[in-house]
């Protein structure tokens, strides 16, 4: 190999390997290659593993010629035959074909991919009108099929990684999650169990102010039992889709007042200002609705004590916009992809009780509703959640 050569491929090996993204990388490695290897359209078809079927992972057209990725259907049957057979197909035009019509003189070069010693799939170069493939030819072909099949592999992996990532997430959420559940679990029940033993010792006579105290502690965890119970169960039966959705069209800006007055009951020393728009109506589950907006102000209140909080609505397109903001700590940037998983709780010193299960079930809900929800959040000056939900065209 002269000098030249050996630069030009050091220097092109560099660029491959320089991308991150594999199919970025293809593009690299078979632009730089087209100098000494000329081919109109090029494709990847890897059988899958599951079905057994074939998939284009990749196509270009590179040259003159037939029409770009969406058309690879040129190569099937001899990717077939490559990958059944397990060698090389090289195809000049059929016979009876129009000479002069160079898009029918199909000249074809399949090549098989090997992952390590396992056939993955098959590299396919065609050229329109020729030439056909001298012995050079397939000798470059046949490196940029090894090359093809390293960054196959090389993305394999990486979702590999991606999938093991997630699960191990997964896996510490679960941990959390029983750590969390049974703190949650065991806190309420340890003051209606500790109240009601004193109310009924025989030795000791309560007054009735104490009497009362007792038992609006027991009323209140009580509560906080039951709607501990009753996230779960609702995230689980979110989860599992089995949640029967009752549609009807609705206007959020009526929501979101009747939701605040409820809230305000409660909060009586609580800020919230109110920015309405006239909304459109939109399909919805007003119970489910009401849910998200009160996990928001749940959060709002346990997350950002003391500060005011913002709704506001607004059409935006063909679509309704809720923001919530409050003027809190805020989110640190790191945690926020998380925030919506389900068990998730942003990591750190916390005297806040709760579960993680708030805004996953405010996702699933909106989701349902082919909606979006999202959150933006700057440090120190407080965290703004949006819902967006599709207009009804047809109210
Ligand atoms: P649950 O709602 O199930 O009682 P939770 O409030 O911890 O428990 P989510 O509502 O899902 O769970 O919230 C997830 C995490 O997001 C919270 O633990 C909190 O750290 C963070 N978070 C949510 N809302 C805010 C907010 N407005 N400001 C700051 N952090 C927030
Ligand atoms: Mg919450």
Redesign the pocket.
Known sequence: MDKDTLSELHRIFQDVQSKSDWKSALDTLFNSMRSSFVFDNVAIYLSDRQTRGLDVVYARAMGRGKAAEADAAWGESVANDVISNEHMVIHGPQKGTNRKDRMTQTFLLGIPLYVGEKLRGALLFVRFGGPEYSDIHIHVASLQAIWAAALIERRELQEARAELDSVQRQMRLQDDFVSTISHELRTPLGFIKGYSTSLLRQDTKWDDATQREFLSIIDEETDRLA??IE?MLESARLQSKTIQFKFSPIRLDALVRDVTARVRTHHTQLEIDLKLDILPPVLGDGVRLSQVLE??F???I???PGSSITVAGKAVGNKVRLSFA?E????PEE?IPF??ERF???PGE?T???????????KQIVMAHHGNIW?E?VLDH??T?FVELPADPTL
């Open positions: 709607k501990l996230d996990n928001l749940s959060n709002a346990k997350y950002a409050d809190g700590e805020g989110i945690f925030l919506f998730y709780r942003v916390r806040v009780t709760g579960t993680g299960l708030g805004l996953y079930i405010c959150v959040s407080g965290t959640f």
